[in-house]
Structure formats: structure tokens, C-alpha cells
């Protein structure tokens, strides 16, 4: 029935191939009087933010997997657990279990690939990881790409989810190439997603750090401030669905990649009004040594950089270095039912400038400095100056 | 001194190899009011049952071992952890740690390989994996199967124990082959098993689900119903010790294969009488599409089918179909000690009805429909109807 | 600018290998009526003392790494985890991440190759696993060895540490080897290490169980006495910061090898005395099959034995027979703050026994009676006789 030819004998299945990476931070905090009084006084801390290990291969020429896990967080917690299945009619790969859905360039990046040390302050509204079916393709120019997913929701660090009132949802994302020269040296991607979903237990709720985020100490040490206590939070809320669009826009010009995205969710509460949240960033990263910065025309992500020379006594190599720069935001502002008390809607603008140093393929050194603005309906404006840093080794 | 000469230069010592798999289950309950009044209400469930990693290997020529965990359940378990001797003088392998004791058909079928989601209700009177020493072996003509072991009982899910008063248990096993033809075509097993345990700390206790368990959501969802209540449930009561047996049989006739168990406990309270509680199962499977159920004649249970042709692009075929039916019985009827009052003494009867399609030799689907008869002592007959699906990827 | 020549292509990075061992341990106490009364009633114990798990390799020539977890103590808790840069001139190798810092000859052992169950009583005093950067090296004629590292201190499990009032250290060891003789036949080791920490929240304490450790019991019997309790125990106390000095000696002598260290430690109490607390321990080793316990010259350390003949049946060998004996000695005596009550200031003598049986060079059986006298200052003299049997397996 026109099926392709199959493909020659190949490797022995099952495959297994292990990796793995850390993320060693290191975090200053300096507050000003207000912002001790809106959040609380922030501890410095070191600690690993993350520390990832995976088994991953394929079982069938067609079937390909992943189990991979985080010891960081005092319990090794479920990262990408997942099955899928290639050159399916029709869909392109098919996919069953727990992964990043379709749902923002920013979050598609891997965090072992994203120029800063977090994510930006609209993370915090994106689905990310959950648990459900979902496919995803391009067309055959590669200048087009598509997904969607229909999850469980909202599942935990686990990759569970129960509830017998609802606890659905949709996510999609469609992305194109408009303009693509020379291989990439002069790009402009635009993409829209979109999310619906219908909470589990009727309960929802969106918080975010100032993109810093120490990493939790539930070990020997139970008197510290465990972790950066979020900056705006609109606590759990009785929530009948939710639903949100987000709009992405990147481009490259010779050594700068400019990257933005904007984000719209209005939740529908329980007893009381329809509200909407929204944020967007933009960001610029200049690479100094001259390294590209990849596209992938099929997940319509930036990926990263390879140092032309590597940091080795035999070379004498700089690695690679890139000068970045964020502004980020975010308005959580709402009539929150709940405990609007102890969850007031607040406004954040955060300011970041970066240095990534590559050492070699594997290897960087990443240095933040963030500028954090907060203003709280009762306390007024406030602000942070966090300072951090992170090794991480890949491999 | 007779010993036999050595094999020639092997492979460079120790070798190891990456293996795993993970359940992701989804679960629907529909349950009577009477049901709903002896268990509560059990929440519509998605989520990983399983999700294991081992590394596995030798480390000389007759030694082997596992270090094997399951990363489910909120904390990474042991499941095995054990290293053997093998081509022991007398006793064949003997092998120490923490592994599935010799008791039960069922049980000693791999969770990857057995026909239902969950194994039957006699599974909860089984000692299952516990740490201790014991060896196993068969004769020549791999007609007839054998299996010993002293064990610290009962051990948690860290492989550890401790208690003064007691804490040590037998566990045996013995199987025949009586009748074996055209290769396994046509087969009849019978086995008998047997164990005795004196608890640490004078306690014990047995419960069983309805064949169906959500895995538990120790994550970030702390009001749900966290896992699929038991049906039928002693409750901790003062023991003195535990003896138990359990007799198997088992046939294959072309592609139907039947097997069927029947087990007898009983508990000796510490101020209460002597109290048994029983239950037996019968389950049949019929494989659609042709393929042989392998029957593994050095440990005594059916293995798992490998399609004929793989659901792939190239071949276009349908994998492999199995329909499955099981019954089971369970009287935990009896004068506990302990909480009376919150462990009434219950009998359950399970009636599954199932399908497996093996996509490939390392991914499975699995559908199960059950229908729960519990009878409570006080709330009389009650039933709760369960639909559940499972995606197995296993390398 | 004076580079060496660079290496011919070697491996393709990174490269990965997995490995891992597991301690399963069984002890047995009996106490006098005093010891009973000191510290509680110690129940027998079976179970895994260790379990890890590690992905190590390279990512280029001069990076390597390691990701390694323990899974016996209810949650997957950090081992090493670092990257570490090597050739580096005039460091030599620099290390980023969580390890054994350079203090003690015992704590520098692996726990794979340590005599006995587990390190002497000063153990207690030392920094052992911290998060920081540090560097070691050696000279050309490997004769001596030096290495230093700044900490943040006290990281917990997870390798993380928090806190605004201090919480930096610094930890330094250097060793020579002014005797040593063909091969390592006889040699003599001699050593200095010292370490200073400004603990982070201001807090501190030391403790120590008799040279035994029961594993912790955090599964399914809460009943239980889940770990050996401290012997001795300065509870946690208001600190300024603390200074220790440790001495190493060492000393090969044909098959008989004798190593020996002694600590004082230097405590300042936030609004009480400075305080010391002291330990030392010797112990003797002895070869009884003839084998070498080589000597590490770039790290200082004893390694392990490789058995002339493997246990194995087409041998017939018995594999390595080890003896062994230790005295320690530590004094937690003070005028502790915080809570005196609970934790009085006692000292304690331990005298160990024991044999150690290689099976093969990844298999081993330890086997040790410890009798430990404790002196509290109100009830007065008390010991127990443990004993407690070990079996290793490692990849």
C-alpha cells in the first residue's frame, strides 16, 4: 500500500545512550528596604539548580525514547519521560508522555541552550512539561512547523494528574521562516501559540521569581529562606478554564540575535470575574568571537554556540563569548479570589545583562546581572539587584 | 579438585548495560453508590505506574548482578538490587541482596511480561521482594525447578530492616513439567510454594486494590485522592508469625494459554486467635495473531511474545493481539486486631476482561476492563466498574 | 606561548561510563545496661548502607566530570558531582563542584577501599563532601602531593548552601613520602591537613556513631529505631567559626600496613567559651594471602587489594584474606550551648577486629566487631559489642 521500502539492517535495538548535565549557580542578592518588605530578605546562596540524567534510544527503526531525571530538587523528579513514533501518515511523530509542550520559542529552547540563567518572566504562564499525546512536523522547505498536544492537566513533578473535573487541554504552536539567507546568517522567524485548558480539581494559579531562582534546600540547613520566593503570584484560584495566546518574533543579523515574545492569558474564575495577565520580553545576544548561532528549521528554535577554539593548554583557545541583554515583563494585576491578601496583583519589569563563556562544547560559564523592579499595589515600587552565576557541564 | 577448566578470556570485567522502562497508565472509575460509600470516591487518573533504570552486568565469570530503581513514586525506590553466584557447587546460583522471592507464578513473571496491568489480588499474600540469601536451580533435563531463600522480613522499599523481636522469614519454591510437547506447543506446569515469617516488630499486614493502582501524587496536587484506595484491607495487627502456601498450574494448548493459583495464609495474632485468609485466580489468553507465548524452563513462568511484523511505515504491519480474561477471589475475612472498625473484614471478586497489542518487541499497549464485586461485612455488596490503559516502552 | 604540542585525536566527546556499587550490610549490637540507658536500645539491622549510581567521562582532553547519586537513604541524595580541569598551569587540576575536600588520609580513601565498615570516630570532624573550587597537584618525582579549596559551608545532600552571615571556608592537605622503597614494600607517609569555616547561619555541631551505621528506615516501618543514634554529640551550637588541624601518619612493611591520624578542633561560640574537641585512631593491616595494598603517590592514599586467585569454580581459589584492627579515641567533652541536656559532653573508645575477604577484584565481604566504650559525664562508663558483616559489589 505504497509504504517505503524498509530500511537496511541497522543498529541492534534496543539502543541506549546516556547523558546527562549539572548546573552549579552561585547567587548575590542586594534589596532595597521596600523590596524587603514586599518579598522578604533573600539569602546568598550556592547550590545546583539542576542535575539532569537520562538513558535515551531508539527500540524500532520508527520508535524512540527517553526516561530522563533531576536529583537536584531533594527527590529525583521526572523531566522527559516519553515515547514516540517516526514517519507516522498523516502526522509526522507522534509522541506519548511527559514533555515541553508547543507552547513558546523561549520554553522550546533547551535549558542547557537558553542565553540567560532562567527563563523569562512569561515561563511562568506556559503549560512546559505535562502529560499527554501530541504530534509535530514541517513542511518539506523546512519554513514551516507545527505541533499540538492535548494534555492532562495540571500534572506534577511526577508526571501525574487526577481529578474527575476535568483536567484537559489543548496546546498548539505554528511557526514560519519568511526570510532565510545564506544559511542562516540573516533570518526572521515569526510563530502564535495558543493553549486552552480545564484545570483538574478546578484550581489554577501562576507565580513567578525574578528569573533567579536558587535552588531548594531541603536538606541539613532547615532554617534557611530555601529558595527565592516569587516576586508576583496570584496564589491558587477557583478556576473554571483557562485559555492564552502568545506571539514569537526572531531574527538574526550577521553575529546579533534578537528574540521576543508576548503573552495573554485570561483565566476564568470560579465564583468571580475573568482575568487577564500578560507579559513579554525581548532579548539581544552579540556573539564577540564570531561563532554562529544555529537555527532549527524543524523545531524553529535557536540551539547554540561552538567555540571555534576550545579553552586547552595545547591551543591556548578563549572558547567562545557572547554579550547578552533582556527586559522582560510582567503584570499579574487582578481581582484574585483566593487569598488576594497574601497574593496581591503586582507588576514586574526585570533588567538583565549577561556574559556567556563557552569553553568548549560541553562546558560554559554564564554571569547575570538582573535588575528587578517589583511594584506592589500596597507597597509601592521596589526593587532588587541580584548578581549570579552558573558552571555547567554537558554531556 | 574436579573443578571444570576455565572458560577462555571473556570480556574485560565489570560490564554494564543501561536498561529500563516506564507504565504510563490512564484510568477511569465508574462506582455504584454502595461503592462509593465502602472505598470513597476514586478520582479519573493519569500517570507513570512504573518508571525504572538499572544497570546490570558481570563482574568476573560467575558473578552478575543489578542495581535497579523506580523513579514513579516520588522518591527513587529499590526494585532489584543483588549479586550472584553462579555455578555454586550444590546449590547452582545463589545470590544476595534484594530481588522477588521464590513464591507465586505471578509474581515471578516479570511486571514488563505479565498479561494484565496489575498482577491478581493474591498478589497482596505474596512476600514479593524482600532482602535476604537464597539459591535456585533446575535439573538437566529442565523438567523440574527449584528455590530457597532466608530473608529479613519484612524489609521497605529501601531494602532495609531492623527490629529486635524476630524479623526473619523461608520462602521455597518447586515446580514440574509433567507434560512438554513440540517445544512448548503444548504444556502443562504444576508448582507448589510455601513461606514462614516471624515480623520484625510484631506487626504485619495484608490489603489489596481492585487489580487497578493509580500511582500516588506526592507532587504538587496535595487534595486529590492520591492513589486507588484498597479494597479489601487487615490492617496492622500483632503477629507472631505468618505461614502461607500456594499451589500453581499452568497449560498451554496451541495459542491458549491458562494458568491458575490458589493460596492459603495464616496469621497468628499476638492476643487474638489464629485468622486465614485465601483467594485463587484463573486467567486465560489467546494470542489473535499466531505467536507463540514462550514458556522459560530454568525459572518456571511464560515470558512475553515478539510480533511476527512490527507496526512500522516500511511493513505496514499490525503487531502482535492478544485477548485476555481473568478471575480472581480474595476472603480477608477474620477477627483483626488492631482497627476493627476501620478494617472490616471483606471479600472482593474481580472479573477483568483485556487486550495487549505488542507494537513492537519493546512497546506494548494494554486495555483492561474490570468489574470489582466487594462485599463489606457491614455495607454489604458493592461494585465499581474500572476501564484502564496502559503504553509500556521498555529497552 | 609555550604550549605542549596537542594530543593526537583521541575519543569523540563527551565519553561516558557508567558505575556503581552497593553495601548491604547486617549488624547485630548488645549493650550493657548503662549503654542501654545512654543512648537507647540499638535494634539488629539488615539493610543497604550505600547504593550508588555514577556517569563519568570527558568532554575534552583536559575536562572530565562525574555525576554520581546514593539511592539507600529514601531519597537520591549527591556523591560527586564536579568537572574538573586538568594541566592547568601552576594549579595543576582545578575542580568545580561537590567532593571529598583535601582533609584526613581516611576521608580521602574511597569507601570502596576502606578496611573496616566504615571511617574512625574523627571522621565526625572533618569537612568531607562540600561545594566549592579547589585545585590539587603533585611534584614530577611524586614524592609529595599539596591541595587546597574555598567551600561554602555546610552544604547540605543536594550539595547546596545558603545563608548572608558567612558560610566560607577554606580546606588545604599536603603530604610527603620520605621513605619509599621498592615499589611500595615499604614506605612511610607523612601528612598535614587544616581547614577553617564561618558556617552560614551561624550554627554548627558535630556527632559520631560507634564506627556503625544502620541504614536509615524511611519506608514503610516508622516503628522502628531507624539508625545507630550518635554516641556522641555536641548538638547544634551558636558559631562563630571553627579551625582544625589534623596530622597523618602511614606505613607499608612488607604485607603489614599501619596508618594512623590524629584531629584537634577549635570551636568559637557565639556568646560562650571556645571549646575543643579531639580525636585519633591507629590501625594495622595485614595480608594474610600474600597480596600488595598498593599506595596511591599521586593522591596519598592506600587503594585496595586484587586477589592473586578469584573465588571462582575452574580456580578453586580463595581469593584475598585481609586482617584488621583500629583504636579510636575521640573527646566531645565541653561547655557546649544550645542544648547541654540532650547533649552532654562524653568521650568515647573504640577497639575494631576485623577480616576482609576479596572475592574477585569487584566482590568483597568485610566482617568487623567493634567494642565501644562511652563515657558520659552522669550516667558514667557504658559500651557494646557490635557485630557487623558486609557484602560489596562494585562496577
Redesign the interface.
Known amino acids: ?1 505504497g ?5 537496511p539492517a541497522g543498529p541492534v ?8 548535565f ?1 548546573h ?1 549557580d552561585t547567587d548575590w542578592f542586594d534589596q532595597n528596604q521596600a523590596n524587603l518588605d514586599t518579598v522578604g ?1 533573600i ?6 539548580r539542576r ?1 539532569r ?1 537520562a ?1 535515551k ?1 531508539k ?5 524512540s ?1 527517553i ?1 530522563e ?1 533531576d ?6 523528579r ?1 523531566v522527559d ?1 516519553w ?1 514516540q513514533f517516526e ?3 498523516m502526522l509526522g511523530t507522534v509522541r ?3 514533555w515541553r509542550q508547543p507552547f513558546g520559542m523561549d520554553e522550546l529552547t533547551s535549558v542547557r541552550e537558553i542565553p540567560f540563567l532562567e527563563r523569562s518572566l512569561i515561563f511562568s504562564m506556559a503549560p512546559f512539561r505535562q ?1 499527554g499525546i501530541g504530534f509535530f512536523n514541517n513542511n518539506e522547505a523546512e519554513d514551516m512547523t507545527w505541533a499540538a498536544s492535548v494534555i ?1 492537566y ?11 473535573n476535568g ?1 484537559y487541554g489543548f496546546v498548539g504552536r505554528y511557526t514560519i521562516l519568511p526570510f532565510y539567507q545564506d544559511d542562516g546568517e540573516r533570518l526572521l522567524h515569526l510563530g502564535a501559540d495558543y493553549y486552552f485548558v480545564d484545570p ?2 478546578n ?1 489554577a494559579g501562576f507565580a513567578s521569581q525574578p528569573e533567579i531562582q ?8 532547615p ?4 529558595s527565592v520566593p516569587p516576586f508576583i503570584n496570584t496564589g491558587t484560584v477557583p478556576t473554571n478554564n483557562i485559555s492564552s495566546y502568545r506571539l514569537e518574533a526572531a531574527a538574526a543579523w550577521g553575529r546579533l540575535y534578537v528574540q521576543s515574545e508576548a503573552q495573554w492569558l485570561q483565566l476564568d474564575q470560579i465564583g468571580g470575574t475573568n482575568e487577564t495577565i500578560e507579559g513579554a520580553y525581548i532579548q539581544f545576544r552579540y556573539v564577540l568571537t564570531g561563532e554562529k548561532l544555529p537555527y532549527d528549521r524543524k523545531t524553529g528554535v535557536f540551539k547554540t554556540i561552538t567555540p571555534f577554539h ?1 579553552v ?5 583557545g578563549i572558547g567562545a563569548w557572547e554579550a547578552t541583554a533582556r527586559w522582560s515583563y510582567a503584570d499579574f494585576n487582578g481581582a484574585w479570589l483566593g487569598n488576594p491578601a497574601t497574593h496581591p496583583g503586582r507588576q514586574l519589569n526585570d533588567l538583565t545583562l549577561g556574559m556567556n563563556w563557552y ?5 560554559k560559564f554564564q554571569f547575570n546581572y538582573i535588575h528587578a523592579m517589583l511594584n506592589d499595589p500596597t507597597i509601592g515600587e521596589s526593587n532588587a539587584n541580584i548578581f549570579a552565576a552558573r ?1 555547567q ?3
Chains 1, 2, 3 share one sequence.
Open positions: 500500500a509504504f517505503p521500502p524498509c530500511p535495538y534496543p539502543t541506549v545512550k546516556v547523558s546527562g549539572f552549579l530578605d539569602q546568598n546562596s550556592d547550590g545546583f542535575a540524567l538513558a534510544g527500540v524500532a527503526d520508527n520508535v525514547y526516561m531525571y536529583f537536584a530538587i531533594s527527590q529525583a521526572f519521560v515515547l514517519e507516522v501518515a506519548i508522555g511527559r502529560t492532562r495540571p500534572s506534577d513533578s511526577f508526571g501525574n494528574v487526577g481529578g474527575d483536567g483538574a480539581m484550581e536558587i535552588v531548594d534546600s531541603a536538606g541539613n540547613i532554617t534557611i529562606l530555601s576550545d586547552k593548554p595545547c591551543y591556548g569553553v568548549n562544547k560541553f562546558t558552571c557541564l554537558q554531556f
